[in-house]
């Protein structure tokens, strides 16, 4: 059977209190063996251990993510480097990045440039949420020179700034946004990227594919990606999966 990792699913949060056990549960049966789950702020890091650390597909990466950067205290950042050495199971520092949306601008580039020099120290890859900040972050990541590279997190721009990220040792996570017609120009990107440089993704709950706006997204939607993705490429299916399975392990220590 094709395995799928699902390289960035929120899975500790609220919204999948009641289903959680059941959506482990059709995971294992769907194939996808492997979840990487990000952490947002101090606040829920225990929390993600605590709801899914008995999956053992379960993957975590620890950090501070923009739309909670208003709390966000300097000490945070000495609990993170803990929790990134000391945990078990932990593939990356992230989920970490700059949001245009979100006001202090100024601390938001505090805060990535700190955990972003963190992820050297510890040798660990990062998770890179953007929104309208591509700008911002490609000048930060020429600058810091990631030793571990990383994944841009819900890819979303033109072949040539995928080809800027690349060329900084980073992936393109893939997923909802491709199923959207609209999205021409990520669509056509995401067809002649190198196929060694694409993992796939959910960011359920948020993110649901077109066709199922309204609805909380599932990390089981990982293979309607995959499915799209196929449709996007030239490649085999069986190559393409195995490619992008291949992708992850290059860039996780699962
Ligand atoms: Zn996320």
Not at 4 to 19: G, V
Not at 26 to 42: C, E, K, M, N
Not at 64 to 85: C, F, G, M, V
Not at 240 to 251: F, M, R, S
Request: charged residues 20%; hydrophobic residues 35%.
């Amino acid at each position: 059977m094709v395995k799928f990792t699902d390289s960035h699913c929120h899975l500790d949060f609220a919204d999948f209190d009641q289903s959680r056990p059941t959506l482990i549960h059709q995971l294992t049966q769907s194939g996808i063996g492997r979840i990487i789950i990000p952490g947002v702020s101090a606040k829920h890091w225990q929390r993600q251990l605590d709801t899914c650390g008995s999956f053992s597909g379960c993957y975590f990466g620890f950090g501070i993510h923009p739309w909670w950067i208003n709390n966000a205290r300097q000490d945070d950042l000495t609990k993170l480097e803990r929790y990134l050495s000391t945990k078990s199971r932990v593939v990356a520092l992230g989920e970490i990045g700059l949001d245009a949306h979100i006001d202090d601008m100024d601390k938001q580039i505090r805060f990535f440039e700190q955990q972003l020099s963190l992820a050297n120290t510890l040798a660990l890859p990062v998770l890179i949420h953007h929104r309208q900040t591509h700008h911002l972050i490609i000048p930060i990541l020429k600058q810091m020179r990631l030793t571990h590279g990383g994944v841009i997190h819900a890819f979303s721009g033109s072949y040539q700034q995928a080809k800027q990220y690349l060329g900084l040792g980073f992936k393109l996570g893939i997923g909802g946004v491709i199923t959207y017609e609209r999205a021409k120009k990520t669509r056509h990107a995401v067809a002649k990227l190198p196929l060694d440089s694409l993992v796939l993704e959910t960011d359920a709950p948020s993110m649901p594919l077109q066709g199922q706006q309204g609805q909380a997204n599932s990390p089981t939607n990982v293979v309607k990606v995959f499915q799209h993705l196929c449709d996007l490429r030239e490649e085999p299916p069986t190559k393409i999966a195995a490619q992008i399975e291949q992708n992850c392990e290059q860039l996780f220590t699962f």
